[in-house]
């Protein structure tokens, strides 16, 4: 299948691991991805202005005519964003989490499973709120984790919030957010918006957060050093 | 202090003012709003009724600072109200803008996109005032280094 990609902005810098994680996963399914050429941002949350907001997607779709039906956009603001700029339904956007489905999975061959490893995970707001645009999928990194051996944690907080909309404006609100989460839930957070991973990262001390498309690799045979044991590791102390 | 121009932050959103009156008072909203974890006591139902009775907001409403836009009120509302919306074009309107906003913005008309190098410089000075920099370090470890795109313009 070819899919039209809307990497978003946060996937051309510091959310880069998950970019290349969906590229790698849908490679992998034998997908391709394909970027709507010269794409711009979609504004994220930073416009009060509905209308003004919607032309950055309406933008982004007048460039994906013509050459895509279905677009695919990973980040949840702007997936939101597209969705809901895509007033006729004329594409199918889609989030690859509604992807991942009992076919994708069941396809999966795993190398390395998950056994003994406790995970939350957790979707955060955006993919989950409002009902128009959520996604259908909302337990499919469950579904994952314990079909691959792990076991899954912090059901109560897969989808509170992290306050990550707020981190550069009144960070103490993100962090007091952010550590309700971490109290909340136990071992690995799974994490799919770049902004739910930043917030958690920037306040989770010593608790390992990893993307989804982390875990997916890592079941499918990649290295991926946080979710190796030492001897897998070659007996190396953990960096990050 | 009469700051609102509420005519202004109907424009913004999709809302018209007589939509707020199938409001029903009922809290809902309130009992599941992400600031009220905060350990501030905010109720959003509060904001929809000042706005559709005409009444000032201030600046300074916690639920106008810090209201995450997590959409758990609208998720918990039997209208489906998009508070969140609301709040923002009151942000907007109200011209609450952080540094760091003017600096995202400020890269979108230069490139189209976020550059975030771009953004983090420009609002360095926020950045270090507001304790930022304790987090360099492990901001680095994932974020990447990479040169601005340029959107061509139609
Ligand atoms: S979107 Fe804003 S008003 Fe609504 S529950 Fe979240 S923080 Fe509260
Ligand atoms: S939940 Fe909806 S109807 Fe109830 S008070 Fe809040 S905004 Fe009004």
């Known amino acids: ?240 | 202090m009469k700051n609102n121009d509420q005519s202004r932050v109907f424009d913004l959103t999709d809302y018209k003012r007589q939509d707020f009156s199938v409001c029903l008072g009922c809290k809902i909203c309130a009992s599941v709003c992400t600031v009220n974890d905060l350990s501030e006591n905010t109720n959003p139902q509060d904001i929809l009724q000042k706005l559709f009775l005409g009444k000032d907001i201030p600046a300074d409403e916690p639920l106008v600072r810090y209201c995450t836009g997590c959409y758990r009120c609208t998720g918990a509302c039997p209208w489906n109200i998009r508070i969140p919306e609301v709040i923002r074009a009151l942000r907007e309107e109200l011209a609450i803008e952080s540094p760091f906003e003017k600096a995202f913005k400020g890269s979108l008309s230069i490139w189209g996109r976020v550059y975030e190098p771009y953004v983090l410089l420009m609002a360095i000075p926020f950045l270090l005032k507001g304790g930022y920099m304790k987090h360099m370090t492990r901001w680095m470890e994932y974020m990447g280094i990479h040169l601005p795109h340029k959107v061509k313009r139609a």
């Open chain 1, 1 to 240: 299948m070819n899919y039209g990609y809307y990497p978003g902005c946060s996937l051309t810098g510091s959310a880069n691991k998950l970019d290349k994680g969906i590229r790698q996963v849908f490679a992998k399914q034998g997908h391709t991805l394909k970027e709507i050429p010269d794409w711009n941002c979609c504004g994220a949350f930073e416009f009060g202005d509905r209308k003004e907001l919607s032309e950055f997607s309406k933008k982004n779709l007048e460039k994906a005519r013509g050459l895509f039906s279905e677009i695919v956009a990973p980040c949840p603001a702007c997936y939101k964003n597209l969705r809901e700029a895509d007033e006729q339904n004329e594409f199918a956007v889609t989030h690859p989490l509604d992807l991942f489905d009992d076919a994708f999975i069941g396809s999966i061959k795993p190398v390395h499973d998950l056994k003994g490893q406790v995970f939350t995970p957790y979707y955060g707001c955006i993919l989950l709120r409002p009902k128009e645009t959520a996604i259908k999928r909302t337990t499919v990194m469950e579904e994952v984790i314990t079909r691959f051996g792990g076991e899954v944690a912090g059901e109560k907080v897969k989808d509170r919030c992290c306050g990550g909309n707020q981190i550069f404006i009144n960070k103490s609100v993100t962090e007091k957010l952010s550590k309700l989460v971490l109290e909340k839930s136990k071992g690995t957070i799974v994490v799919f918006c770049p902004l739910c991973h930043m917030a958690m990262k920037t306040f989770s001390g010593e608790r390992k957060v990893i993307y989804f498309t982390d875990l997916l690799l890592y079941i499918m045979g990649e290295n991926v050093p946080k979710l190796q044991s030492k001897i897998e590791r070659g007996g190396k102390e953990e960096t990050t």
